[in-house]
C-alpha cells in the first residue's frame, strides 16, 4: 500500500481583534478544510484566538540562512535608518 | 424541585448520551492515528463530558433526591442508564469512530436547536451552549466521513462497513418513549420521532457526498433508551466506575 504524509500546513493566529496574524507553529493535515479543524483544536484550545490562518508550507518561501551575510549584516551600521535623530515632543510617547 | 417522571427521563436520556459517548470518544486519547485527530478528539470528548455533568446535575435537582452529577455518572447500574446503545458500541476503527459521531453529532445538533425554546429554562441554557459543540462535532466528524468514504478503496471499505454497523442502531434515535407527549405537550423539548425527517435530510446528502450507500431499514431495534444496553455497555461501566467504586467518594 502506497503511504502519505498528509502535507504541512503553517498555522497563524490571530489572538484579538486588531492585533496581527501571528505565526504558532504547523499541523499536517490531508486538505485546506481540515488544516483549519485541526489548527483550531491544537492551537486555540484554550481562547488563544479568534482567527485562523493555514498556509501550505510549501507556498511559503524562505530565505536562505547561508545567504544571511549578504541579506542581513549591510543594515548593521546605518545608524541612520533608525528615527533617533529626531526630536520628539513629549506628548508623543511609544513611538 | 418535584419534576414528572418522563421529564427526568428525558433529560437523563440527553445527558447520559453525552456521558457514555464521551467515555467511548474520550478512549481515542493517546491512540488516534495522527496527533492532530487525537486532540480534536479529546477536545470532543471533553466536550460531551462538560455536557454530561450539566445534564446529570440538572437531573438530579429535578429528580429532588440529592443526587448530584457524580452519583447519577458513577453509580448507577447498567439498567438505569438511558442512553441509546449506538453511543456505547465500541470504537473498532476510526472510521467507526467518525461515522458514529457524525450519525450522533447531526442528531443532537437538531435537539439542542429545538431545545433551546425549552420551558424548562435550565435545559434551554444547557442545550444553547451545547449547540455549538455539537454543530463542530458534526461538521469535523461530517467533514471526515466524505473524506473516508470518497477516499482510497480502503478507506471507503472501512467507512462502509462502519455505515452497514451502524446505521441499524439509529432507528433507535427516534424510537417513542412513553411519556414523549406529556414532555413535549409541556414544552419541554420535542417527541423524539419528530427528529427523524430533519435528521436524514441532514445525513443522507452528506453520505451520498461520501459515496456510501445507506442500508435499508430493518426491523431490528436497540432498546438503550429504555436501560437494555448491548454486551459492551458493562465492559464501558467498569471502566468508567472502577475508581468510584473502588474509593467511595475519592477525591483529587
Known amino acids: ?95 | 424541585m418535584n419534576a414528572s417522571p418522563e421529564h427526568i427521563d428525558y433529560v437523563l436520556r440527553i445527558g447520559d448520551n453525552a456521558l457514555i459517548l464521551g467515555q467511548r470518544t474520550a478512549e481515542w486519547c493517546g491512540h488516534a492515528p495522527v496527533l492532530e485527530e487525537d486532540m480534536a478528539l479529546a477536545n470532543m470528548a471533553l466536550d460531551l463530558i462538560g455536557q454530561a455533568r450539566l445534564l446529570l446535575t440538572h437531573a438530579g435537582r429535578l429528580e429532588g433526591r440529592g443526587r448530584d452529577e457524580d452519583q447519577l455518572a458513577f453509580l448507577r447500574t447498567e439498567g438505569q442508564y438511558r442512553n441509546l446503545t449506538l453511543c456505547e458500541l465500541p470504537n473498532d476503527d476510526f472510521g467507526r469512530s467518525m461515522v458514529r459521531l457524525f450519525l450522533f453529532a447531526s442528531f443532537q445538533e437538531l435537539l439542542f436547536e429545538r431545545l433551546a425554546q425549552s420551558s424548562d429554562a435550565e435545559l434551554g441554557a444547557i442545550a444553547a451552549k451545547s449547540l455549538k459543540e455539537a454543530r463542530y462535532h458534526a461538521r469535523h466528524a461530517g467533514d471526515w466521513v466524505v473524506r473516508l468514504g470518497d477516499g482510497t478503496e480502503a478507506s471507503h471499505a472501512r467507512a462502509q462497513a462502519a455505515l452497514d454497523y451502524l446505521w441499524p442502531y439509529t432507528a433507535e434515535m427516534f424510537a417513542p418513549a412513553p411519556g414523549d407527549e406529556a414532555v413535549a405537550a409541556a414544552g419541554i423539548g420535542p417527541a423524539w420521532s419528530t427528529l427523524e425527517a430533519d435528521w436524514e435530510a441532514v445525513v443522507l446528502p452528506a453520505f451520498g457526498e461520501a459515496t456510501l450507500t445507506v442500508p435499508a431499514r430493518t426491523p431490528f431495534r436497540s432498546y438503550g433508551k429504555f436501560g437494555r444496553h448491548s454486551e459492551h455497555m458493562g465492559h464501558l461501566l467498569a471502566t468508567l466506575q472502577h475508581m468510584q467504586r473502588t474509593y467511595p467518594g475519592a477525591q483529587w
Not at chain 1, 3 to 13: G, H, I, S, T, Y
Not at chain 1, 51 to 65: K, L, Q
Request: contains cysteine; negative net charge.
Open chain 1, 1 to 95: 500500500m502506497e503511504r502519505k504524509e498528509w502535507p504541512l500546513w503553517e498555522v497563524f493566529v490571530r489572538s484579538r481583534n486588531g492585533l496581527d496574524h501571528k505565526h504558532c507553529g504547523s499541523v499536517h493535515a490531508p486538505d485546506a478544510k481540515l488544516a483549519l479543524q485541526v489548527a483550531r483544536d491544537v492551537y486555540t484550545r484554550r481562547q488563544e484566538g479568534v482567527s485562523i490562518w493555514v498556509v501550505p508550507a510549501e507556498a511559503i518561501v524562505a530565505s536562505d540562512p547561508d545567504a544571511k551575510p549578504e541579506l542581513f549584516d549591510p543594515a548593521e551600521d546605518k545608524i541612520y535608518r533608525h528615527p533617533t535623530f529626531y526630536k520628539l515632543p513629549d506628548e508623543v510617547n511609544h513611538m
